[in-house]
């Protein structure tokens, strides 16, 4: 019961520097989502995919780019790493949230990515 | 603008008291999430409602949805209830549930 496995857990960058966070659930989840979280701040949303082949931005998207690639994966680049990008961040999945229907959008987080740039 | 506050923002309580966690939001919501997220960073689905009251174990969530409030409680609290607690909502848009905002979190640390 794998849940949310995101890659890597750690990562030291510098200025400039590409890199790629992968995720991926095997839950057969619609929706997929990736947050960053820093101190004194809740989790903010950077961008979310409803399903298969769309993707839409979050609250801070500036500086990510993301793709669906199929339904279980779901990868969060950036291109050239600036230091207001160190933080940690935390992919997550849910069954797409139907508001007449309760226990369908339960929300399941990774173990989250601490990245460093320098 | 879409927003979600919690309070308090930090508690600390001696082991056995009563906790309650509040979380208030500004428009029509389709549901509402309370996650637990341990030092070391994992988060965890505690509860997801969207009308009434949940109860799981010690942990009681209720929502009122014309206050548009949200309560977590914690009966009989232990250490290992020391969290941050956070509520977040989906902001209800028509056939578009796909956003969730989140609130600060509530740090809580129960002593022995």
């Known amino acids: 019961n794998a849940g949310v496995t995101q890659t890597p857990k750690f990562q030291v960058l510098k200025t400039g520097q590409s890199m790629t966070l992968q995720c991926a659930q095997d839950?057969?989840?619609?929706?997929m989502y990736w947050y960053r979280q820093d101190p004194g701040m809740g989790l903010r949303l950077i961008y979310y995919?409803?399903?298969?082949?769309?993707?839409d931005k979050g609250e801070v998207p500036n500086g990510y780019n993301v793709s669906r690639l199929n339904k279980r994966e779901f990868s969060l680049r950036l291109e050239s790493a600036a230091p207001s990008q160190t933080s940690v961040y935390f992919c997550?999945?849910?069954?797409?949230?139907?508001?007449?229907?309760?226990?369908?959008?339960?929300?399941?987080f990774g173990e989250g990515s601490r990245l460093t740039v320098l | 603008k879409n927003e979600v506050e919690q309070s308090p923002q930090n508690l600390t309580a001696q082991e056995g008291e009563f906790i309650t966690i509040n979380c208030s939001y500004s428009?029509?919501?389709?549901?509402l999430h309370w996650l637990q997220q341990h030092p070391g960073g994992g988060i965890v689905s505690l509860f997801m409602?969207?009308?009434g009251k949940k109860k799981h174990g010690r942990l009681i969530a209720t929502i009122n949805i014309q206050e548009k409030h949200s309560s977590l409680h914690i009966t009989a609290s232990h250490p290992r209830d020391s969290a941050v607690y956070i509520c977040?909502?989906?902001?209800?848009?028509?056939?578009?549930?796909?956003?969730?905002?989140f609130g600060k979190g509530t740090r809580l640390h129960i002593l022995p």
């Open positions: 428009v029509g919501i389709s549901a």
């Open positions: 409602l969207s009308s």
């Open positions: 977040a909502v989906n902001f209800a848009k028509v056939n578009r549930d796909d956003k969730i905002i």
């Open positions: 995919s409803a399903s298969e082949g769309t993707t």
């Open positions: 839950m057969n989840h619609n929706s």
């Open positions: 997550a999945s849910s069954r797409r949230v139907i508001w007449t229907h309760e226990n369908t959008g339960e929300l399941f």
